[in-house]
């Protein structure tokens, strides 16, 4: 880096590069600054015990008080956080609006606004500039990939939060055997019209499908379970299967 000294002993939050500051977790340092500097705001600006921050960029967590871990980079980027712990905000104003400790913490945004709707929630991820995601907790929003046109394998994701296409050669798999009457439990399901609930899809557009509870009862291995052990989902994947199955026998 061009132009840089770094930290005396007495200065070992700081260090400079050409003309910019960087800081990382200092509360005398940034007291100091304020008696000397008035309403310029450098990064940690109101910090008073949070520890092991990172901030690099003007008004960067700049109301952040005694959060603690956190890593901003860019203009604004968790400006309004308090109190949240384990947050990474790289980009102009990214988590700026991530405010609470006790549930505001763990979340990743990368790009310009990512994150901006979070406020209080916790472990979620943003990807991509002006993905602003939403204060739910536990999830995940990635731009750029809504109605875009992409191969011919659906990509689907394990209980691990891992990534990948479903498989169908035989090296893959173990315990093979007709489906037999199995896939009569198809004529016991109830279709259903439904609009999901606008945290879901905002459009709330018209959805056609199965209820995975109604499902559960005709047949449990035609669901996927949340972390509680709950119905979560119909795999319809294996409902095409059964279906076949049953074209196939009546043929």
């Keep these: 880096m061009y132009g840089c ?16 500051r960087i800081w990382i977790s200092s509360a005398h340092e940034q007291h100091r600054w304020k008696r000397q500097h008035g309403d310029r705001r450098p990064g940690l600006f109101s910090n008073a015990t949070g520890g092991g921050n990172i901030a690099i ?25 308090i109190d949240g712990q384990d947050n990474i905000a790289i980009g102009q104003h990214a ?6 400790g006790s549930t505001g913490g763990d979340n990743i945004a990368l790009g310009a606004f990512a994150g901006s709707s979070i406020t209080t929630a916790s472990n979620v991820i943003c ?16 731009g750029n990939i809504w109605t875009q046109p992409g191969g011919s394998q659906a990509v689907f994701v394990n209980a691990d939060g891992k990534l990948g296409a479903q498989v169908s050669s035989r090296r ?40 995975a509870e109604d499902v559960e009862k005709v047949n449990r291995d035609l669901v996927v379970r949340n972390k509680k052990g709950k119905a979560y989902s119909v795999r319809y994947d294996q409902v095409n299967a059964m279906l076949l199955n049953e074209v196939s026998q009546r043929a």
Excluded: M
Excluded at 95 to 100: C, D, E, F, I, M
């Design 5 to 20: 000294r770094f930290p005396s002993p007495r200065q070992y939050h700081r260090f400079w590069c050409g003309q910019h």
């Design 57 to 81: 960029g003007n008004n960067v967590l700049l109301h952040n008080d005694s959060g603690g871990n956190n890593t901003a980079i860019g203009f604004g980027a968790l400006e309004n956080n």
């Design 95 to 100: 988590l700026g609006a991530n405010n609470s």
């Design 127 to 142: 990807i991509g500039a002006n993905v602003f995601g939403a204060n739910v907790g536990n999830s995940c929003y990635i």
């Design 172 to 211: 893959f798999k173990d315990a093979i055997k007709p489906l037999g009457q199995a896939s009569e439990a198809l004529f016991a399901l109830k279709p259903v019209s439904f609009r999901y609930n606008k945290e879901i899809d905002s459009t709330a557009a018209s959805q056609f499908g199965l209820v």
